[in-house]
């Protein structure tokens, strides 16, 4: 069965320090990618999608995250982190219009 | 633009009780799915609607919970004779088709409570 990890159940950083979360995922076939943000209180936005082409993919809020096929990988990164960042972030695989299937989550709090 | 919502965003039930969840997706999205959050994990897949059509239910947790969408659009999540295990957020999702490259949208989700 198709499955998705996330390496750090909870990361804490000050401002400005730079973030990388790991995710990797089971599934051998096409799929797509997505990062997932759930700020406190409020529901899963969508940070970052990758599909095709261009494996490092720019999302919102200085988001970036790059696909590494041969790794099974899809991590996200932020050169600088703020405190508004501090929420729960989701990688999901979609394996071509087939149901998403989530990571575990990471927590990431960002202390001012 | 009006995003997916979902009603009622608090539930408590009483153990043995029916509850019924409801979802409103985007307006013209064809693709409808549902998923339960336990605190502190991702979401789940319970099951997925393509207009009207039940496609996928294999994440259904047991003969108790029963989904439709009779008219493709409006979804309705139905829990029987609730247990406490089933105390969780319910998620519904949508997107504009089923297939390829498109993104879910997700409401603000149910929280039900059993006790």
């Known amino acids: 069965a198709q499955s998705v990890s996330q390496h750090n159940h909870h990361v804490i950083l000050s401002e400005a320090a730079s973030l990388e979360l790991g995710c990797n995922y089971s599934?051998?076939?096409?799929?797509?990618l997505f990062w997932y943000v759930q700020y406190p209180g409020q529901h899963l936005q969508l940070l970052l999608k990758?599909?095709?082409?261009?494996?490092l993919v720019k999302g919102i809020k200085g988001f970036e995250a790059e696909f590494i096929k041969s790794k099974f990988s899809f991590n996200l990164r932020k050169p600088s982190v703020q405190w508004s960042d501090t929420a729960e972030y989701f990688c999901?695989?979609?394996?071509?219009?087939?149901?998403?299937?989530f990571g575990p989550g990471t927590r990431l709090s960002v202390l001012p | 633009g009006a995003g997916v919502s979902q009603s009622p965003r608090y539930k408590v039930a009483k153990r043995g009780q029916d509850v019924a969840l409801r979802c409103d997706p985007i307006?013209?999205?064809?693709?409808l799915f549902w998923y339960q959050q336990a605190l502190g994990q991702g979401p789940e897949f319970l099951t997925y609607?393509?207009?009207?059509?039940?496609?996928?239910k294999s994440g259904l947790p047991s003969d108790r919970f029963f989904a439709e969408r009779p008219e493709g659009s409006v979804s309705t999540l139905k829990i029987q004779r609730t247990q406490q295990e089933d105390s969780a957020v319910y998620l519904c999702?949508?997107?504009?088709?089923?297939?390829?490259?498109?993104?879910?949208?997700f409401g603000p989700g149910t929280r039900l409570t059993v006790t």
């Open positions: 999702a949508s997107s504009l088709a089923q297939g390829g490259s498109y993104e879910q949208y």
């Open positions: 599934y051998g076939g096409t799929v797509n």
């Open positions: 990758y599909f095709s082409g261009d494996p």
């Open positions: 999901a695989v979609d394996n071509y219009g087939q149901n998403f299937v």
């Open positions: 307006s013209g999205h064809v693709s």
């Open positions: 609607f393509q207009n009207e059509a039940q496609l996928d």
